[in-house]
């Protein structure tokens, strides 16, 4: 196989399957090997060498012994070297093969992934962690359509997510509570059923030795659709603070079950989801999910995003303004413009005033947009392990967006998995399957009126572990602005393929498309090229041999023996004289042959056909002149040998050939001086 650019030499032309195109290279080399026979054919004509050329249509024993015998001679040479180059010319096709590059072809086309069911891998996963560092960047960007879709299809099955999903519309509705109450929502029915990003964070409840604790800093409604929040706290409580998962989505079924505090996090699963440990603590690291809400028959689709990015500094050394004020301005945005944003300053100096008063600090702020809800947040978090020693000081920032996407209506309601008494409970589901419910999980907590709210399923979650930066103590690696800047630039791009994951396994597989490559095999114009050389040099060998060699040399013995040993014209019928010329007849086709069979004559086989016998004549005997029996079917047909080395006839006398052996019927003329039938023109000789 080849590895090459040019169009010339690449196979681009398909012939769909590979049996079409071994046909095609072995009759290429078959018509080398035609070529080379018809050539050396012609060499053999030239050289009146019969018998070399009788021998070319023998096996390469044959060929071997005739070699030997003739040694050196130019009979001998002329054999070996049609032998070798026969045999070469056979392996023509075995090069042709070699000259592919790469031999196929994919054709490709897009269907509905719902055509293609059958051939989906039997548990596909729906977590995918792309760990690939910032040098890994340009291999991430060609490669990224099959990192999303990697184990949706069965091995072997070559397809591609192309990105296009049949989004469908959304259904919102009116706030059915105030802003100041229950912050940013997305809206979904007038019962109060919403999802909104996670409504306690700016809240940390720790369980010490005198009960809960609870540390709150109360948000402020600081526009329409939005509110913030700023507060420094004792360093006492940033265990917890370090603990809580960053970018939950939180699902309020109904304003009676929310003001029972019966909202639900999707919590991701410590089985198979790294998100439960790296949505905590430090890291730069990145997040984006597919997920879906269900509440009776109305099911909702969400896209979330997720990123943080962190900054390490040992307590016991100064945290430089300049390397805190990097991070807030380039976590802030990608745009210089935008970066040099007063709050950036403000946001900067606050966390830096934390420090010196050896204290943590969060801000953040909630905004919702009708179909979609976002929530920023910045910390310091001076990490108090031990009680009054400090460890060491994170600065976070983090960002989080939830969007609807698709609203429907389903033809039945969702059945709770199993049962579950005297608790709100949910299906719990991932990648499309439900797995059971959150029935053990739900211990506390008012549940009067108790029941059944619905199910979450997460379809499909991305997560870039190491590509943003590394989280240390330094703000240019710690959040990497190449790379920062191919994840904002790419982000449509990712959303659209992990929208095409999520659909395929969660939602419905006929809204989503999908490429599939089917391999073709092909030919390059390289190879037609070489063939077409291969037929031309037949064809120019055929014609070479059919105008400038004796026809002897260009048929077989079959046609050579009759067409030496006939007296009459072939091509004469029935009531016509017979050509009495036997030179005119050349060996040729034979359209009209008699079979020929073999049979016994005592302990002698013989061939014969239904008007005669193929025997062997004594040359030295004079007799070799026979006649047909039949204008157009051969006769006795006779062939003539020479004598041994040793001078005597090569007939054995106690083979008793006799007239009547040799005979052709009807018997002769008698022809004045015929010594076998007069001897010395003796008349009265018997």
């Not at 897009?110 to 596909?124: C, F, G, L, T």
């Not at 340009?138 to 990192?147: F, N």
């Not at 029935?439 to 572990?465: M, P, S, Y």
């Not at 498309?513 to 391999?519: A, D, H, P, R």
Request: glycine share 8%; with cysteine.
């Amino acid at each position: 196989m080849l590895s090459s650019t040019s169009p010339f030499v690449n196979t681009t032309l398909s012939v769909d399957q590979n049996a079409v195109k071994s046909l095609l290279f072995r009759a290429a080399a078959l018509m080398l090997q035609f070529a080379v026979l018809k050539l050396f054919s012609l060499w053999a004509s030239w050289r009146k060498a019969f018998t070399a050329y009788l021998v070319f249509a023998e096996d390469y024993i044959q060929r071997a012994l005739y070699v030997k015998s003739h040694r050196f001679t130019i009979n001998g040479l002329l054999v070996l070297a049609f032998t070798l180059f026969v045999a070469a010319a056979g392996f023509y096709d075995t090069l042709l093969w070699g000259l592919d590059a790469p031999g196929y072809v994919e054709k490709k086309s897009r269907v509905r992934a719902a055509q293609i069911v059958d051939r989906r891998a039997q548990n596909p996963n729906y977590v995918i962690l792309q760990p690939s560092r910032p040098e890994d960047l340009s291999t991430l960007d060609k490669q990224l359509e099959d990192e999303i879709g990697a184990n949706l299809y069965q091995p072997g099955f070559n397809f591609t997510l192309v990105g296009e999903v049949d989004r469908g519309s959304r259904k919102i509705v009116e706030p059915t509570r105030p802003l100041d109450a229950v912050g940013p929502r997305i809206w979904l029915d007038e019962e109060g059923f919403s999802v909104s990003t996670d409504s306690w964070v700016h809240t940390v409840m720790e369980l010490g030795r005198n009960g809960s604790e609870s540390l709150h800093c109360p948000p402020n409604v600081t526009t329409a659709n939005s509110w913030a929040w700023a507060c420094t706290y004792p360093n006492t409580h940033t265990i917890p603070v370090t603990q809580k998962v960053l970018g939950l989505p939180e699902i309020h079924w109904d304003d009676a079950s929310d003001q029972q505090i019966q909202s639900q996090y999707l919590n991701p699963s410590r089985e198979d989801n790294p998100w439960a440990e790296l949505g905590t603590g430090g890291g730069s690291v990145a997040m984006q999910q597919v997920f879906t809400v269900t509440k009776g028959r109305q099911r909702h689709t969400f896209w979330e995003t997720v990123y943080k990015g962190s900054l390490f500094k040992d307590y016991d050394r100064p945290l430089p303004r300049d390397e805190v004020t990097d991070l807030v301005k380039r976590t802030w945005s990608t745009d210089p413009s935008q970066q040099e944003d007063p709050i950036v300053d403000t946001i900067a100096g606050q966390i830096m005033k934390a420090r010196a008063d050896n204290s943590s600090f969060m801000r953040g702020f909630t905004v919702g947009r009708k179909t979609s809800v976002a929530q920023a947040t910045w910390d310091l978090i001076n990490l108090e392990v031990v009680l009054g020693n400090v460890t060491y000081s994170l600065m976070r920032v983090s960002f989080v967006n939830i969007t609807l996407i698709r609203s429907e209506t389903l033809p039945e309601e969702v059945k709770p998995a199993e049962p579950c008494e005297g608790r709100f409970y949910r299906n719990v589901a991932i990648g499309g399957k439900v797995q059971g419910t959150d029935c053990h999980r739900q211990g506390g907590g008012n549940h009067t009126r108790h029941r059944f709210f619905g199910e979450i399923d997460t379809t499909a979650v991305l997560i870039f572990n190491r590509l943003l930066g590394d989280g240390r103590n330094v703000s240019a690696k710690a959040w990497n602005q190449t790379t920062v800047e191919w994840y904002f630039n790419q982000e449509n791009r990712i959303q659209n393929l992990l929208l095409a994951r999520g659909f395929l396994l969660g939602v419905d597989a006929n809204l989503v498309t999908v490429e599939v490559s089917t391999v073709k095999a092909a030919i390059s114009y390289l190879q037609i090229f070489l063939m077409l050389i291969a037929g031309i040099v037949a064809l120019i060998s055929w014609g070479s041999t059919l105008f400038f060699a004796d026809p002897h040399y260009s048929n077989s013995l079959l046609a050579n023996l009759f067409a030496a040993t006939a007296t009459s014209n072939p091509s004469v019928t029935d009531g016509e004289e017979p050509d009495s010329n036997p030179a005119k007849i050349k060996p040729g086709y034979l359209h009209d042959m008699a079979e020929i069979q073999l049979c016994q004559e005592g302990d002698r086989t013989v061939m014969e056909t239904s008007t005669g016998v193929f025997r062997l004549v004594d040359k030295n005997n004079g007799i070799g002149h026979h006649h047909h029996h039949h204008p157009g079917v051969p006769g006795d047909v006779s062939t003539n040998r020479g004598s041994s080395n040793d001078g005597h006839s090569m007939f054995k006398p106690e083979m008793h050939y006799t007239i009547a052996d040799v005979m052709p019927t009807p018997p002769p003329v008698a022809v004045e001086n015929d010594p076998l039938l007069f001897g010395n023109g003796n008349a009265d000789r018997a």
